[in-house]
């Protein structure tokens, strides 16, 4: 528990330090102007679409979890895949939105690979939307895209430690205690990567960035509306580096990323801090408090076995 402290204290020191670094490269007044650039309106409809996105993950759950043997609405999916998203906001790396399962009537053994799998179909989409401004864009060829293959790697090394029979079994061997779960992880992930289920994670994944990346280019155009159309194809490195578990939520490394990618473009840091917080609250924070409302709902807790199927 006192490394759980710890842990979550270094988090808000390190999104302390990002904030005041940022505050000292980013004209505050300028920051200040952006957000006043933006309606009531735009904010509005900037929540709907992403309200309207996340259906497209909770189909992705609910597809995966289908593939493990559990039938489970959509409207609940939704209401859980929502929960999860407010759980999230609160760990590294978004891995809280784990969590959602605890609201689920079945075996953890059936229910967590689902959410792990989800994870790495939404992280595999990130990078493969990113790829483009890597290509297209000169400016990129630096310190971004270090960091980013990198990335990619370790993601590639992970696919393969989770979908390998053979890590489970070794793993196993090492950690006799951990042999039941360890082969009902094997036995759930066996041929995960060339299923139609993980293709379906994919598609659904793609209907969800698509509301989401709506409702960014409606924030831009009262942020900056004269700003050049490669900007858009930096949107997907914005929540693929923002969300490395190093910050609080990744508050203050989102943002410097953010202002980094806005800066190249000629929209000025200022506008792309501005933008970070405000998509960051239109597409994260408030449908998390949305779904820590839906939570209480009755249909927000079922026994994903005996769900129907939609």
């Known amino acids: 528990m006192k490394g759980r402290a710890a842990g979550l204290i270094l988090q808000f020191v390190i999104s302390a330090v990002l904030l005041v670094l940022l505050t000292r490269k980013v004209p505050v007044d300028e920051a200040i102007a952006a957000f006043a650039r933006v309606k009531p309106s735009t904010l509005a409809i900037a929540v709907a679409l992403s309200l309207a996105g996340y259906w497209g993950r909770a189909?992705?759950?609910?597809?995966?979890?289908?593939?493990a043997g559990l039938a489970m609405r959509t409207w609940t999916s939704y209401c859980l895949t929502l929960v999860g998203t407010f759980y999230g906001l609160f760990t590294p790396g978004r891995v809280g939105e784990f969590a959602r399962v605890l609201h689920m009537n079945a075996p953890r053994s059936r229910t967590l690979p689902s959410v792990v799998w989800d994870r790495v179909a939404d992280v595999v989409l990130l990078?493969?939307?990113?790829?483009?401004?890597?290509?297209?864009?000169?400016?990129?060829?630096?310190?971004?895209?270090?960091?980013?293959?990198?990335l990619v790697a370790v993601t590639i090394a992970g696919i393969w430690v989770l979908s390998h029979a053979g890590v489970a079994r070794a793993a196993a061997r090492a950690m006799p205690f951990a042999a039941g779960p360890l082969a009902q992880w094997s036995e759930s992930s066996e041929g995960m990567l060339s299923s139609s289920a993980f293709a379906s994670s994919l598609g659904y994944g793609l209907v969800f960035y698509a509301f989401g990346y709506a409702g960014a280019w409606v924030l831009l155009r009262d942020l900056a509306p004269t700003a050049s159309p490669q900007l858009l194809?930096?949107?997907?490195?914005?929540?693929?580096?923002?969300?490395?578990?190093?910050?609080?939520?990744?508050?203050?490394?989102r943002e410097q990323v953010s202002a980094a990618?806005?800066?190249?473009?000629?929209?000025?840091?200022?506008?792309?801090?501005?933008?970070?917080?405000?998509?960051?609250?239109?597409?994260?924070?408030l449908p998390g408090l949305v779904g820590l409302a839906l939570s209480a709902l009755p249909s927000a807790r079922v026994d994903a076995a005996a769900g129907g199927r939609s």
């Open 59 to 67: 189909r992705r759950w609910t597809v995966l979890l289908d593939r």
């Open 127 to 150: 990078e493969l939307m990113s790829i483009p401004a890597f290509l297209l864009v000169p400016a990129w060829r630096g310190a971004l895209l270090a960091v980013f293959a990198a």
């Open 233 to 253: 194809l930096g949107l997907p490195v914005i929540p693929l580096l923002g969300n490395l578990p190093i910050a609080f939520g990744g508050l203050g490394l």
């Open 261 to 285: 990618i806005f800066g190249q473009f000629g929209a000025g840091a200022a506008t792309g801090a501005a933008f970070s917080l405000l998509w960051f609250l239109t597409a994260t924070l």
